[in-house]
């Protein structure tokens, strides 16, 4: 019933939206805050050691603006991989998820649910994404991942969509970015590694608003 709900909001906003946008101009395009090559290579404890970069093809195909993979490792030892993608505008664009790009890589979702992080902003704030695992045979990853687009944090992929519609009526805006988080589960102990990971993040996110366009 939930699903059949969801299916119908979506479908009556998108199809509304088409209509309402077709007598409209393009949204605007919306410059990152700052550059993400001048992200922090000390975050708390954990300490950057390496970077990563698309291919050229997957770049141009994914029609990202600006983006950065970076490895960072705690004094423990324990390594985690942040990944931030960042849009101008997603006119005719499209975010991938983990959820279809993962299982094209030979991962299974072996579970998605939401994770609630209390982040210290100027106070505490809670904080909801996503927290999925990931399996290959014998080998688990863990990956928290979640959209923030023009001030929010969404979880779904659903609603990410809805909400593009409908600031693009109403804010003139589409930008957008993708945040994710992961590390390989060590001996396969998942809840180990997503606290880590949680910790982690709690750290990551009040500095992403020094770079991402808020509301």
């Known amino acids: ?6 299916v119908a909001i979506i479908s009556v ?12 101009d393009k949204g605007m395009s919306v410059p990152i805050k ?26 141009e ?8 993979e970076y490895d960072y490792v705690s004094p423990a030892r324990e390594i985690v991989n942040l990944y ?18 993962m299982p094209g890589a030979g991962w299974d979702v072996a579970s998605l649910k939401p994770l609630v992080l209390q982040v210290n902003y100027s106070e505490s704030t809670p904080v909801e994404i996503n927290n999925m695992i990931l399996q290959k045979g014998a080998d688990r990853q863990v990956v928290l991942y979640w959209y923030q687009c023009r001030g929010r944090f969404i979880r779904s992929e659903y609603w990410e969509k809805i909400y593009q519609v409908l600031d693009s009526i109403f804010k ?4 957008g970015s993708f945040i994710r988080i992961m590390a390989p589960a060590k001996d396969g102990n998942t809840e180990q590694t997503t606290q880590h990971l949680a910790d982690f993040t709690k750290e990551v996110i009040p500095i992403l608003d020094d770079f991402l366009p808020g509301s």
């Open 1 to 6: 019933m939930l699903s059949n709900t969801r």
């Open 13 to 24: 906003v998108l199809i509304g939206a088409i209509i309402f946008l077709s007598f409209l």
């Open 34 to 59: 700052r550059p993400l090559k001048t992200f922090p290579r000390q975050i708390g404890e954990w300490s950057f050691v390496h970077s990563r970069s698309l291919s050229q093809q997957v770049e």
């Open 61 to 68: 195909k994914l029609g990202v603006d600006a983006y950065l």
């Open 84 to 101: 931030v993608s960042y849009f101008s505008s997603m006119e005719g664009k499209g975010f991938h998820s983990p959820r279809n790009c």
């Open 172 to 175: 003139r805006r589409t930008d």
